[in-house]
């Protein structure tokens, strides 16, 4: 009997080895190749090494342990070949799925090419989709079947909304609690006098807890708008980010950004008075600073009212409300420049060429290359 019980349990151990569904391997791997016209031959692509190029190759094969699945981060018009066979244009900047199956039989080798005629494509973000198996057994007719769904994202809508929520309270206790800090910035008439620059939050821009709180609100909603933007879209390539977006994934990348961005927003004073004493127009930078300030924040309250708009369009349309978003982003960016300059122009005479160099420098410098980073991505 002992023997009968020993048989009998390694029969059910295996059944239930047998019924476990194999992970499969990912068709792709991390090892690229470039092809070198003097030898004619396919070489290892190095990135420390070789310089950037627009076709990177890799021998591929199907087998029932390959997953034919691929998901990746393209620009627009990257196009992908199957033995110089075109097989998938991409018609916008996006995240894609594709499924090669239809176009490879198992055993067979075969080289995928990835190629952009415009620039390199990002390679690093070729991986496997990661799924899920999800096993449904049928007693009454003794059969099962496993379907594969893709990997829940961990409810990013909630997550933004959740942080919504928290960006309404800042504003709201804000409001509160020095209600002469924020008439100073989002009453209508405050914002188009000059003298109200030296009143309120902006007697001492950077010298107390309100306008760290200010800034930290803006700096939330911009963060949200930033991760709202190029989460379906593509990694941001500030950070390059190489994972899969999870709920905690979405929650760091927020809390990331908000911190760059008010790190921006309180080191650029200190940025500016270095400048201004380099080209030697100190006198300008408290000026200059209060009005970048006052601008940027009181445009950063209709920040939320975007992200509700995204919330609500981004399914229906996703494309329309992606360039709302970013148009949003460039005019906020572009309106603090211009308002600021109009501001110093007013007060100093730009035919100086030190305060045009300065502003050059500290303003419109660093407007292209936050345009390049967040919108012309």
């Keep these: 009997m002992r023997v009968w019980g020993w048989l009998l349990g390694f029969w059910l151990m295996w059944g239930m080895a047998a019924a476990q569904p194999v992970p499969l391997k990912p068709l792709l791997s991390s090892d690229w190749l470039i092809y070198q016209p003097k030898s004619n031959h396919l070489v290892p692509y190095l990135p420390e090494f070789h310089d950037e190029r627009q076709a990177l190759y890799q021998w591929v094969q199907l087998d029932a342990f390959t997953s034919p699945k691929v998901e990746f981060a393209a620009r627009q018009h990257l196009c992908v070949f199957l033995d110089n066979k075109l097989v998938f244009v991409a018609d916008s900047t996006a995240k894609y799925t594709l499924d090669l199956s239809k176009w490879m039989k198992p055993g067979q ?3 995928l090419s990835v190629w952009n005629p415009q620039q390199q494509p990002n390679y690093q973000s070729f991986k496997m989709p990661e799924v899920q198996e999800v096993t449904q057994s049928n007693f009454m007719s003794q059969s099962a079947t496993q379907k594969i769904v893709a990997k829940p994202s961990g409810s990013p809508r909630s997550v933004l909304i959740l942080f919504m929520v928290i960006v309404g309270l800042i504003y709201g206790s804000l409001r ?63 950070l390059n980010q190489l994972f899969t977006v999870t709920q905690a994934d979405l929650i760091l990348k927020i809390i990331l950004y908000a911190l760059l961005v008010l790190s921006f927003v309180v080191f650029k004073y200190l940025f500016l008075q270095l400048m ?48 709302i978003a970013n148009l949003s982003v460039a005019v906020l960016l572009i309106f603090t420049v211009i308002r600021t300059f109009l501001t110093i122009s007013k007060k100093y005479s730009l035919q100086n060429l030190h305060l045009f160099s300065y502003i050059c420098a500290t303003e419109v410098i660093p407007l292209m290359i936050l345009l390049k980073l967040i919108v012309f991505v």
């Design 109 to 111: 080798k075969y080289l």
């Design 276 to 323: 201004g004493f380099i080209f030697g127009v100190s006198e300008v930078v408290l000026t200059q600073y209060r009005e970048f300030l006052r601008t940027l924040l009181a445009l950063g309250v209709f920040l939320p009212l975007i992200m509700l708009l995204h919330l609500g369009l981004s399914k229906s349309a996703p494309l329309t409300i992606y360039w």
């Design 176 to 238: 509160m609690t020095f209600p002469t800090d924020f008439n100073s910035i989002f009453k209508l008439s405050n914002f188009a006098k000059e003298k109200t620059l030296e009143e309120g939050l902006l007697a001492k821009p950077i010298g107390n807890w309100s306008s760290i709180l200010f800034v930290l609100a803006f700096s939330l909603s911009f963060a949200l708008l930033i991760v709202a933007i190029h989460r379906d879209i593509e990694e941001l390539a500030l």
